[in-house]
T-cell receptor, first 115, second 110 residues
Framework: GAGVSQSPSNKVTEKGKDVELRCDPISGHTALYWYRQSLGQGLEFLIYFQGNSAPDKSGLPSDRFSAERTGGSVSTLTIQRTQQEDSAVYLC?????????????FGPGTRLTVT | DAKTTQPTSMDCAEGRAANLPCNHSTISGNEYVYWYRQIHSQGPQYIIHGLKNNETNEMASLIITEDRKSSTLILPHATLRDTAVYYCIVRVSNTDKLIFGTGTRLQVFP
């Protein structure tokens, strides 16, 4: 079946512009995560959605970052007034919390370059 | 949240077993140990997880010490395609959140 998809795969933007990154999770998965990975670094947790619960935003680095998940499915990560330090690969993952495995399935990521 | 400590890098000869250690000395009794790997330019891939018993699947084996303060991921016959960064993660109790560290970069050589 279809895995997690993300779009665009690559995004180049000028400093100060806003960007939107999209994630389509696996159908039926109730939990969705956003991570950021800078070059040569490990993954940095950003935000987590679980069902209808309030999202866990504890990883968002600043108020320029926000995310929403509409209808419990597609999620959009928005970065306002982008800065060069926002350049990274943004990864989305989803998981089914039934069955207790909590295995996260990752998308291919969006490579964001802020010039 | 329990933290994990892994060596920065390891080498392994093709066909040999790769043993990747992880320390998680502050792990709580109800926290699981997860292993993921990330091949260059791809998203992380789930490998295996466990609580206190040793686990085995088609990809790897997970050995957890009796005190649960450390674990070892074993790839029984490493191939060149196993070259990747391997992340040992403790799942935050009562949530689904996984906190990734910097992992171990495993290089399998011919």
């Amino acid at each position: 079946g279809a895995g997690v998809s993300q779009s665009p795969s690559n995004k180049v933007t000028e400093k100060g512009k806003d960007v939107e990154l999209r994630c389509d999770p696996i159908s039926g998965h109730t939990a969705l995560y956003w991570y950021r990975q800078s070059l040569g670094q490990g993954l940095e947790f950003l935000i987590y959605f679980q069902g209808n619960s309030a999202p866990d935003k504890s990883g968002l680095p600043s108020d320029r970052f926000s995310a929403e998940r509409t209808g419990g499915s597609v999620s959009t990560l928005t970065i306002q007034r982008t800065q060069q330090e926002d350049s990274a690969v943004y990864l989305c993952a989803s998981t089914s919390t039934s069955g207790g495995s909590y295995e996260q399935y990752f998308g291919p990521g969006t490579r964001l370059t802020v010039t | 949240d329990a933290k994990t400590t892994q060596p920065t890098s390891m080498d392994c000869a093709e066909g040999r077993a790769a043993n990747l250690p992880c320390n998680h000395s502050t792990i709580s009794g109800n926290e699981y140990v997860y292993w993921y790997r990330q091949i260059h330019s791809q998203g992380p891939q789930y490998i295996i997880h466990g609580l206190k018993n040793n686990e085995t699947n088609e990809m790897a084996s997970l050995i957890i010490t009796e005190d649960r303060k450390s674990s070892t991921l074993i790839l029984p016959h490493a191939t060149l395609r196993d070259t990747a960064v391997y992340y040992c993660i403790v799942r935050v109790s009562n949530t689904d959140k996984l906190i990734f560290g910097t992992g171990t970069r495993l290089q399998v050589f011919p």
